[in-house]
């Protein structure tokens, strides 16, 4: 069990750049409808978290540059605390009108790419600071930290204390972590050799930092890796994105009691189910904890297969059961899965490899999200769900080809 500072450090970072994305994901659109804007452009605004997509291209660079006095790390962390700071700080003042539209969504792009560059830090901070046997409740910091964060930049602060508060929260945040930071002394390369990788004063230059990256990728064990990582999500995403819609369009259902239903019990269930994810990859070979979540993960997405098809009416006593365990058991995979993926990482590259699994981590999602309403228009629900039940079990195919943590397949010469 990583030391408290540690925990909580990691869940601090990992809270404030959820807050702006919360925001994004959340709240913006609801506010953007009432400006009259149709649903397609709505939609299309999504592209405001290109960043969280494409942080592997610059990944590299947050990678080999960096103030070994100062901190590696703290180098790119520090900045972009900042520049996040002063971004939500504008964000305060500028109203959300159709005259100020523009500006005000580049605002918010901006701070996509402020937080997206600091998780490259971040993923590479943790990486350094967490040992073989921390990654469990590391990455369970991780993703409970980044999840609070959307909740309370998603709708919370906006709801008890109104607009401008939640982007002078979300300023106040990012000072306080840059505050703490400070007084954080970052882990040396000599300190963090121990996984065999790092020897005393290396660092890779942004050649041999490329070169590496493309023999990783070459390897065919570390393909599965990434494989596993594109797919893990696909079913549960694809039936998690059309289920509230089933609910309210073919069952009437009204918004609010689907929004209590998916988004309450949801949100609580999947910081549960984060925690377990945590203690399993803690007390379970890795490779196992993300088997049993994954087989786990199943049983809710077949039975909302079932309900679709007939087998049970929709209502309090069905959806929330069925909503519990899939956010439950998918939050519980989600941890296992990041501490998983932590556990492939060459730190000599910590920050550039983990941000490229958990960039196709994010692309493997978005393709079962962006799709869904139109295999819904096609095929129709049904089939949708069985569909995303039989990814979902498929995935389990995957699991026993990914090699163990630590033991990568030796680099190819030449």
């Known amino acids: 069990m990583p030391p408290v500072w540690k925990i909580g450090l990691l869940s601090t970072l990992y809270f404030a750049q959820g807050l702006p994305f919360g925001f ?14 149709s649903k397609t452009k709505i939609g299309l605004l999504g592209a405001l978290a290109l960043p969280w997509s494409l942080k592997f291209l610059w990944a590299p660079f947050v990678d080999r540059f960096g ?27 500028v109203p959300l009108r159709a005259d100020t539209l523009v500006p005000f969504l580049i605002l918010v792009l901006l701070t ?6 600091q998780d490259v830090a971040v993923d590479g901070f943790a990486v350094d600071l967490l040992s073989a046997k921390e990654l ?11 999840k609070l964060g959307m909740i309370v930049g998603g709708g919370v602060v906006i709801a008890l204390l109104g607009w401008s508060a939640n982007f002078d929260v979300m300023a106040l945040q990012c000072l306080v972590v840059l505050t703490v930071l400070l007084f954080v002394k970052e882990s040396t390369p000599q300190a963090i050799r121990s996984a065999g990788t790092i020897e005393k004063g290396e ?58 239903w998916i988004g309450v019990w949801g949100t609580v269930a999947s910081l549960a189910g984060s925690f377990l994810g945590g203690i399993l990859a803690t007390r379970l070979p890795l490779k196992r904890a993300v088997m049993l979540t994954a087989a786990l993960r199943v049983i809710p997405l ?16 069905t959806v929330i059961p069925i909503t519990v365990g899939e956010h439950f058991f998918g939050g519980a995979l989600t941890t296992a899965m990041f501490a998983l ?19 196709i981590e994010v692309i493997g999602k978005a393709g079962p999200r962006l799709s869904s309403g139109l295999l819904v228009d096609l095929f129709g629900f049904q089939p949708v769900f069985a569909l995303g039940a039989a990814l979902a079990l498929a995935f389990l195919f995957v699991v026993p080809r990914i090699p163990d943590p630590r033991t990568p397949e030796p680099a190819p010469t030449g």
């Not at 050649?207 to 797919?231: G, N, Y």
Request: net charge positive; aromatic share 8%; with cysteine.
């Open 24 to 37: 994004q994901a959340n709240a913006l659109p609801l506010y953007l409808s009432e400006l009259g804007l």
């Open 67 to 93: 103030s070994e006095k100062f901190g590696r790390r703290k180098s790119w962390i520090v900045p972009m605390q900042l520049l996040l700071a002063a971004t939500c700080a504008v964000l305060a003042v």
């Open 112 to 117: 996509n790419v402020w937080a997206a560059t």
């Open 136 to 146: 469990g409740a590391g990455n369970s910091a991780q993703v409970v930290g980044y």
């Open 203 to 260: 660092r890779l230059t942004t050649k041999e930092l490329f070169v590496r990256i493309k023999q990783i990728v070459s390897q065919p064990a570390a393909r599965w890796v990434l494989l596993a990582a594109a797919t893990y999500k696909l079913g549960e995403t694809l039936a998690e994105a059309m289920f509230g819609l089933w609910l309210k369009e073919e069952h009437h259902i009204e918004i609010k009691q689907i929004q209590i």
């Open 302 to 317: 077949a039975a909302q297969w079932a309900l679709a098809a007939g087998f049970g009416k929709p209502g309090q006593a």
């Open 341 to 359: 993926m932590m556990s492939q990482v060459d730190r000599r590259i910590g920050a550039t490899h983990f941000t490229v699994l958990a960039s």
